[in-house]
C-alpha cells in the first residue's frame, strides 16, 4: 500500500470515514513547539480546534500498518476531521474467533480486562511469554474499537457472533454449550467488558473544554484588552455573563451525561448464569459476558445485558426501549433444521428469535427438565441499545444554513474590524499618538465590531421557545432543532397511532364457504359458529399471554380475542414439570355449551372445544403474516391456523378456496378505510407429533391453506387529524403519510384526513423486479377518477414554496398525488433511480413501508432540498425520527430518546405547535443577530468618526450603551411569543438573503448619514470651540473666558468630554433603539412587540432616560456619563435629527422592505398561488403592475432567477413534461436509462 494513501473504514455505512496514517515528525514538533513560545500559546489553541492540522503539523505520512497516529474525516457531508491514537496488545491470536492452541491459550489469565485497553507493558509480555502471540494494532473512535487486518489491509469493526457468517442450525451445533472461561477471556481483550459504558466527564474536564471554546477565548482577550484600558465595568459584566453561561451550560452537559448513564446503567450490570459446557453452570457478572457465551434466562425474567439469540424455549419480552411500543411480544426459539436452519444467522431478519439489550423479559416457557438459553450475539456498544446510545452521545452536527451564513456574517464584521483596525493605527499616527495606546485602539475596535455577547443573546431566543414547548407539552433534547422546525415544508405522518387511533374495533366478519363469501356477521361469540374453524382461527391464532392474571400482547389480537368471548388459560410451572411434553397455552369457550354439529366442518367432528397452541410462528412484518399450530382435546391430527394480509394469505391457500370475489370484496373493504385480516386453516398430518411440529419450518405449514374468510377492524382517524392537516396544507406545508398498512386503507385514510382532497387523483406506481430476461417495470394503475363536482372549475396545484415560495401549476388541470407500496420503493430505487425524484414529488401515500424504508424516504426527500419532519409513535419510527430534520414522538417511552422532540399529547396537535415555535425561534434569531450586528456598526461608526479628532466614548458610555441598552433590549426583544397560526409565508432560512442583506445594509446607510451629519453640524454651529474645562456652550458670556488658559493643562490623548462625543452618544443610543424596534417584527410569525411587555417597558424605560437627560440635563449624570453642556437649541436640533432618523429608519424597513418590495421582488410573484378566483379578480390591476415587478426585478437581479431547491427545479420541469404524469394502464421498463417508456397495457 502506497504511503498517505487513504483507506475507506465503515464502507456504506452511515458513520464511513476516510483514514490517513501518520507518525510522529521530530522537526515538525521543534517547530510547532517555538512557534507555540513565540505566539504565547496561540498556535497550541488553533490546532486544539484544527485536529487535521495538530497531525499534519507535528507528523508524516507513513503506512497503515505502522501508523503512529490516524487523521480520521467523515464523508458525509460535514466533512469532520478526527484524530485517533494506534494501540498495540499482544494477544494469542489474531481474530476474537480463530480457535486457540491449548498450551498459548493455558497462559492466558483469569479476567485480564486491561489487555484490550492498554498499549505494549511487561505485564503483557509476561503473560504471553511462554506461547505464540501476536501484535495487534487498534484504535478506538467514537467508544467503538477498529482493529487492524493484515488480509484486507484495513482496520475493521468486530461486532460480534454474526461476523462469524454462522447458519441458525450452527449456532444450535457450534454454541449451544457455551465457551469455555480461557476463550471467554480471549474473546474479551477484543471485545471488552460487556457494558455500554457512559462516562460522566469531570466538571473540570468539561470547563476545559468549554473554555477552549473560540468563543470563550475571544471574550478572555476582550476582557484582558479592557482591563488594559481600565475598562473595569464592562468586562466585569462580560465576565460575569461568561461565568453564568458557563455555569449554565456545564450543569445541563453534566446532567445530560448523568441521566444518560443513569438510565444505561440501572439494568448494565447483573448477575447471570452462563453454561461451561453441557453441564456445568456457573454465575457470573453480566460485564464478563462475550459472543458465544450461553446464558440461561430464568423464568421469572430479566432485563438482558446484551443481544442473545434463544436456542430453547420461548421468552415474552417487553420491548418498549427500543420500539416503543409497550405491547409484549412472543420470542421462539431458533430454527436448527430446514431452510430455516439453514440461512445465515441475522439480527433483523431474526429478530422474532432474538432478546435485545435493555429489554425486559417478563416470562419464559420451556420444556420439563430443559433452560430456556440463549447464546450471546453482541455485547456492549455493539448491542441494539448500545448503537441507541451511541447515537446520543456522538449526534451528527446540525445542518442549518442559519449558523453557516452566521460565521460567513461574522467573518464580514471581521473584515470591516481589519478596515477599522488599520484606518485605527494610520490616523493614531497621523495625530501622533503613543504606540502603547495605538495598539489599545486598534485592537478596542475589533472588539467593538464582534460583538462579545453575540452567541449569549442568540441563545436567549431558542431557550425562550424551549421553555413555551414545555408548557405545551412538547420536551426538546436538541434545542438548535428548534430553529430547524421553523423551516419545514414537508411532514411525514405515520398513520396507526399517529394519524388514527392506537385501537382497533372489531367492525364485522365475512365467512368463505364453497368458494364464496357469506353474508357479513358482527357477533363472533354466538354459539352458533363456536365449533367453526373460522372462531377457532380468531381464538388460537395470536400471541397473547397472560401477565399477573391480565391478558396482554399485540392490541389487535386482543380486540380479535375477545370478540370470541373465549377464555385463554396458561400451564404454571408445577404443571410444565409434571409433563414430559410441552404443556400447551389453551383456549376453550367460556361455557360447554356446544351446538349441534356441521358436518361440513372439518373441526366439528369432536364435540370438545378446548383447543391446545401447540407451536406458535410469531407475526413478521416482512412475511406480512402469523400463524399456530393447535390440537383440539380429544383428536389425534393438528391443525395449522393463520392470519395476515389478505394478498399474502390468499396467495398461500388453495385456489379453489379462495372466493372468486376475493380482490373486489377486499376492495370494497380498503377503500372505505377499513383494516382487513384473512384467515386461513390446514389440517395436518395425523402422523406429526408434538416434538416433530417444534422443528418443522413454518414454510412447510404455511402453504396449502383452505381460506376462512375475512375479519374487518375498523381504525378511526384521531379528532384532530383533519383539522391539523388543513392548517399545514393552508400553510403550504406538504404532508405524506408513511405507514406498514395495506395500501389501499392507506389512501382511504388520506382521503378521509384531507391529505388526498376528494377530487384528486391516485396514481399507484406498481413495480415489479426483474424476472428471467424480463426487465424491471412500473404499471401506472389510476385507483378512481376524479369526482366531477362544481368545486372542480377551481384549478388546483401542488404547492412547492421556498423563501416566500414558487407555486408549480401541473400542466394538466387536475391534481395527482402518487400512492407507493414498500415492494415497489424498493424495486424503483434500485431499477429506476432517475424516476426517484419525480416520483418523490408528486408522491403522498407510501403503504407496507418497512421501519428501513421509511429511514430512506426520509433522506431521498433531504436529498431534493426538502426540509424534513417526521411524527410517528415511536414504534418502528426511531430510525426516521432521528434522520429526519425535526423528528416529534408521540411516545414517552424509553425508544423516543433518539427523536429530538417529544409530545406527551398523542395526536398531530403539536406539529403546527412546533412549527409555530421554530418559526418565532428563528424570526428571532434574525432579529437578534440583525440587531447585533446593527449595534456593532452603528458603535464602530461613531469611534471610527470619534477617532478622527481624536477622541472616543468614555467608559461609561460604553457601559450605558452595552449593558443598559443592547443586554437589556436583546434578551427582552426574544420574547415575543409565536404567531397563533400557521401561514403561507415562512420565514426566510438565510442571512444571505434579499430581504435581509436590503434590511441591514439600508439601516447601516441610514445610522451612517445621520450620525456624519450630526458630527458636521455640531461643528458648524456659532457656539462651537475646542472644548476645555473651562468651556461652557450653555452660558452664552462664558464665551469671553481666554482660551490661553488651556495650554496649562496637559494633553489628553483619550480626549472624552467634548461636543463631537456628546453629540454621536446621544445620536447612537437612539439609533440602537430605533433598530430593535424596527427589527423586533411581530406578525405573520411572532405575536406584535407591544404584547412583550418586558420589552416595551425597556424601550419606554431607554427613551424617557434619553430624552429627559437630553432635554433636562442633571448635571451628576452629566458627569458620570462625560457628556458635556450643549445649548438648548442644539438639544432641539438633535431631537428633530433622531426623530427624522427613526422615520427614515422605519420606512425603508416597514414601507419600502416588508410592503413593496417584498410583494414585488422578494416574494417570486407568490400572489398567483392563492387560486384561481384570486388571479381572476386581481388580472387588471397584476396587468397595470406588471412593469413595477419587472422593474425591480432587474433592479434587484433577479429577473428569470432559478429556484434555488432541487425539488422546485424538477416542478418546473415537470411543467413541460407532457409524459408525466403517466396515463393509466401503462408500463414503465427499466430498459431505456434516461426517461421512461411507456406502453400501453
Known amino acids: 500500500m502506497k504511503t498517505g494513501e487513504a483507506k475507506i473504514i465503515n464502507q456504506g455505512l452511515e458513520d464511513e470515514m476516510e483514514v490517513w ?111 505464540q502471540t501476536a501484535e495487534i494494532h487498534y484504535f478506538t473512535h467514537h467508544s467503538t474499537k477498529y482493529y487492524w487486518n493484515d488480509d484486507v489491509q484495513n482496520f475493521e469493526i468486530y461486532k460480534g457472533l454474526e461476523d462469524m457468517k454462522v447458519s441458525c442450525a450452527g449456532i444450535h451445533s457450534e454454541n449451544s454449550s457455551g465457551l469455555s472461561k480461557t476463550l471467554q477471556d480471549y474473546r474479551r481483550l477484543f471485545f471488552g467488558e460487556n457494558e455500554i459504558a457512559v462516562r460522566v466527564p469531570s466538571l473540570f474536564k468539561l470547563l476545559i473544554k468549554e473554555v ?24 466585569t459584566a462580560i ?268 367492525w364485522g366478519f365475512q365467512r368463505a364457504e364453497h368458494g364464496s363469501f357469506s353474508p357479513p356477521e358482527s357477533e363472533a361469540c354466538n354459539e352458533s359458529l363456536v365449533n367453526s374453524a373460522f372462531v377457532a382461527c380468531m381464538a388460537s391464532c395470536h400471541s397473547l399471554t397472560k401477565i399477573e392474571g391480565e391478558l396482554s400482547g399485540d392490541p389487535l389480537d386482543l380486540k380479535m380475542f375477545s370478540a370470541t368471548g373465549w377464555v385463554l388459560e396458561e400451564p404454571t410451572e408445577e404443571e410444565t414439570a409434571l409433563h414430559n411434553p410441552i404443556m400447551p397455552t389453551v383456549v376453550r369457550p367460556p361455557n360447554q355449551v356446544i351446538p349441534e354439529t356441521n358436518q361440513n366442518d372439518p373441526l366439528t367432528e369432536n364435540p370438545s372445544c378446548e383447543i391446545g397452541i401447540v407451536r406458535q410462528f410469531p407475526f413478521s412484518s416482512g412475511l406480512q403474516r402469523m400463524s399456530v399450530v393447535v390440537r383440539r382435546l380429544g383428536e389425534k391430527h393438528m391443525n395449522a391456523f393463520m392470519k395476515g394480509a389478505p394478498e399474502v394469505v390468499a396467495s398461500l391457500c388453495k385456489e379453489h ?105 391516485v396514481i399507484i406506481a406498481d413495480a415489479v423486479s426483474p424476472k428471467d430476461c424480463h426487465p424491471a417495470t412500473i404499471t401506472w394503475h389510476y385507483t378512481e377518477n376524479p369526482a366531477q363536482t362544481a368545486k372542480n372549475n377551481q384549478s388546483v396545484e401542488i404547492t412547492l414554496e421556498e423563501d416566500g415560495g414558487v407555486t408549480h401549476h401541473p400542466p394538466h388541470g387536475q391534481s395527482y398525488h402518487f400512492a407507493v407500496s414498500g415492494r415497489a420503493f424498493a424495486v424503483i430505487m434500485e431499477h429506476f433511480p432517475q424516476l426517484v425524484p419525480k416520483l418523490i414529488l408528486g408522491a403522498t401515500v407510501f403503504a407496507r413501508m418497512a421501519p428501513d424504508q421509511k429511514t430512506q424516504l426520509v433522506e431521498v426527500l433531504q436529498s431534493i432540498n426538502y426540509t424534513v419532519g417526521m411524527c410517528g409513535d415511536g414504534a418502528n419510527d426511531c430510525g426516521a425520527l432521528k434522520r429526519a430534520h425535526s423528528g416529534i414522538s408521540l411516545s414517552e417511552l424509553e425508544a423516543s430518546v433518539a427523536s429530538p422532540f417529544t409530545s406527551s399529547t398523542s395526536n398531530i396537535s403539536c406539529v403546527p405547535n412546533l412549527i409555530r415555535e421554530g418559526r418565532a425561534a428563528l424570526i428571532t434569531s434574525f432579529c437578534v443577530f440583525k440587531f447585533m450586528a446593527l449595534y456593532s456598526i452603528i458603535q464602530y461608526l461613531s469611534v471610527c468618526l470619534l477617532y478622527s479628532i481624536p477622541s472616543n466614548l468614555g467608559d461609561f458610555q460604553f457601559l450605558f450603551i452595552d449593558i443598559a441598552i443592547i443586554l437589556i433590549i436583546a434578551f427582552t426583544m ?17 442571512l444571505i438573503s434579499g430581504p435581509l442583506l436590503f434590511s441591514v445594509l439600508t439601516q447601516i446607510l441610514t445610522s451612517l448619514v445621520f450620525q456624519v451629519l450630526a458630527f458636521l453640524l455640531v461643528r458648524q454651529q456659532s457656539w462651537y470651540e475646542k472644548w476645555t474645562p473651562q468651556s461652557d456652550a450653555c452660558n452664552v458670556t462664558s464665551f469671553s473666558l481666554p482660551h490661553s488658559l488651556n495650554v496649562t493643562h496637559p494633553h489628553d490623548y483619550k480626549n472624552i468630554r467634548n461636543y463631537e462625543n456628546t453629540t454621536l452618544f446621544y445620536v447612537s443610543s437612539f439609533q440602537y433603539l430605533a433598530v430593535a424596534i424596527i427589527f423586533s417584527k411581530g406578525k405573520p410569525f411572532r405575536q406584535p412587540s407591544y404584547k412583550n411587555w418586558p420589552f416595551m417597558l425597556a424601550c419606554v424605560g431607554l427613551y424617557t432616560f434619553l430624552f429627559l437627560i437630553m432635554l433636562f440635563p442633571l448635571p451628576a449624570i452629566d458627569s458620570f456619563l462625560e457628556i458635556v453642556c450643549v445649548p438648548h437649541d442644539w438639544r432641539v436640533t438633535l431631537v428633530v435629527i433622531i426623530i427624522v432618523n427613526a422615520v427614515v429608519s422605519f420606512t425603508l424597513e416597514t414601507l419600502i422592505l416588508d410592503i413593496i418590495l417584498w410583494r414585488l421582488v422578494f416574494r417570486d410573484n407568490h400572489h398567483i398561488n392563492r387560486g384561481t378566483e384570486s388571479r381572476s379578480a386581481d388580472a387588471p390591476q397584476t396587468a397595470n403592475d406588471r412593469w413595477g415587478p419587472a422593474f425591480l426585478s432587474w433592479l434587484f437581479c433577479r429577473r428569470n432567477k432559478p429556484p434555488r431547491a432541487r425539488y422546485m427545479h424538477l416542478a418546473l420541469e415537470l411543467q413541460d413534461d407532457a409524459d408525466w404524469p403517466p396515463r393509466p394502464s401503462t408500463v414503465t421498463y427499466a430498459s431505456t436509462p434516461p426517461s421512461h417508456i411507456s406502453a400501453s397495457l
Open 21 to 131: 496514517a501518520y507518525r510522529p515528525c521530530l522537526w515538525k514538533m521543534v517547530l510547532v513547539g517555538v512557534g507555540a513560545v513565540c505566539s504565547g500559546g496561540l498556535l497550541l489553541l488553533l490546532l486544539y480546534w484544527l485536529p487535521e492540522w495538530s497531525v499534519k503539523g507535528t507528523c508524516t505520512h507513513t503506512s497503515m500498518r505502522n501508523a503512529h497516529t490516524l487523521l480520521l474525516r467523515s464523508t458525509d457531508e460535514f466533512r469532520q476531521w478526527f484524530r485517533a491514537k494506534v494501540h498495540v496488545m499482544l494477544a494469542p491470536g489474531r481474530r476474537p474467533f480463530d480457535p486457540l492452541d491449548v498450551q498459548s491459550s493455558s497462559q492466558l489469565p483469569n479476567g485480564d480486562r486491561d489487555c484490550s485497553i492498554t498499549a505494549l507493558n511487561d505485564e503483557h509480555h509476561g503473560i504471553f511469554a511462554q506461547g
Open 212 to 235: 477552549l471554546n473560540p468563543f470563550y477565548i475571544f471574550q478572555l482577550f476582550s476582557v484582558i484588552l479592557w482591563s488594559a484600558e481600565d475598562y473595569y465595568y464592562y468586562a
Open 239 to 506: 465576565v460575569f455573563m461568561s461565568v453564568i453561561s458557563i455555569a449554565t451550560s456545564l450543569y445541563t452537559i453534566k446532567r445530560q451525561y448523568v441521566m444518560l448513564h443513569d438510565m444505561v446503567a440501572a439494568h448494565s450490570v447483573v448477575r447471570v448464569s452462563v453454561c461451561r459446557g453441557d453441564k456445568d453452570i456457573e454465575q457470573a457478572m453480566s460485564t464478563e459476558l462475550v459472543p458465544g457465551d450461553v446464558i440461561i434466562i430464568p423464568a421469572n425474567g430479566m432485563i438482558m445485558p446484551c443481544d442473545a439469540a434463544l436456542i430453547h424455549g420461548t421468552c415474552i419480552v417487553n420491548e418498549s426501549m427500543l420500539t416503543g411500543e409497550s405491547v409484549p411480544v412472543t420470542k421462539t426459539g431458533l430454527p436448527s433444521s430446514g431452510d430455516d436452519g439453514s440461512m445465515i444467522y441475522n439480527m433483523e431478519e431474526h429478530k422474532r428469535h432474538t432478546l435485545f439489550c435493555g429489554t425486559h423479559v417478563i416470562q419464559t416457557r420451556f420444556y420439563a427438565g430443559e433452560l430456556v438459553k440463549a447464546v450471546v450475539v453482541r455485547t456492549g456498544f455493539s448491542t441494539e441499545k448500545g448503537q441507541l446510545v451511541h447515537s446520543i452521545l456522538y449526534p451528527k452536527p446540525t445542518d442549518f444554513k442559519l449558523y453557516r451564513d452566521a460565521y460567513l456574517f461574522l467573518l464580514c464584521l471581521v473584515g470591516v474590524a481589519g478596515i477599522g483596525f488599520i484606518y485605527t493605527i494610520v490616523l493614531s499616527i497621523m495625530n501622533k499618538v503613543p504606540a502603547k495606546l495605538i495598539a489599545l485602539k486598534s485592537l478596542d475596535i475589533i472588539t467593538i465590531t464582534v460583538p462579545p455577547a453575540l452567541p449569549a443573546a442568540m441563545t436567549a431566543g431558542i431557550v425562550y421557545a424551549q421553555r413555551r414547548l414545555k408548557r405545551v407539552g412538547i420536551f426538546c433534547i436538541s434545542p438548535q432543532r428548534i430553529n430547524m422546525c421553523g423551516q419545514l415544508n414537508l411532514v411525514c405522518f405515520d398513520k396507526t397511532g399517529t394519524l388514527t387511533e392506537d385501537g382497533l374495533d372489531l
Open 657 to 761: 378456496t379462495v372466493p372468486q370475489s376475493f380482490t373486489e370484496t377486499l376492495e370494497v373493504y380498503t377503500r372505505q378505510g377499513f383494516r382487513v385480516i384473512a384467515l386461513a386453516h390446514r389440517q395436518l398430518e395425523s402422523k406429526l407429533s408434538w416434538h416433530k411440529v417444534q422443528t418443522l419450518s413454518r414454510d412447510l405449514i404455511e402453504n396449502n391453506m383452505e381460506f376462512l374468510g375475512l375479519i374487518i377492524m375498523q381504525n378511526k382517524i384521531k379528532q384532530e387529524t383533519a383539522g391539523v392537516l388543513r392548517d399545514l396544507h393552508q400553510a403550504n406545508i406538504r404532508t405524506l403519510m408513511v405507514t406498514g398498512d395495506n395500501m389501499l386503507t392507506a389512501i382511504s385514510v388520506a382521503r378521509d384526513c384531507g391529505m388526498i382532497r376528494p377530487h384528486e387523483k
Open 974 to 990: 426574544s420574547l415575543n411569543p409565536a404567531w397563533k397560526e400557521l401561514v403561507w409565508r415562512r420565514p426566510p432560512s438565510s
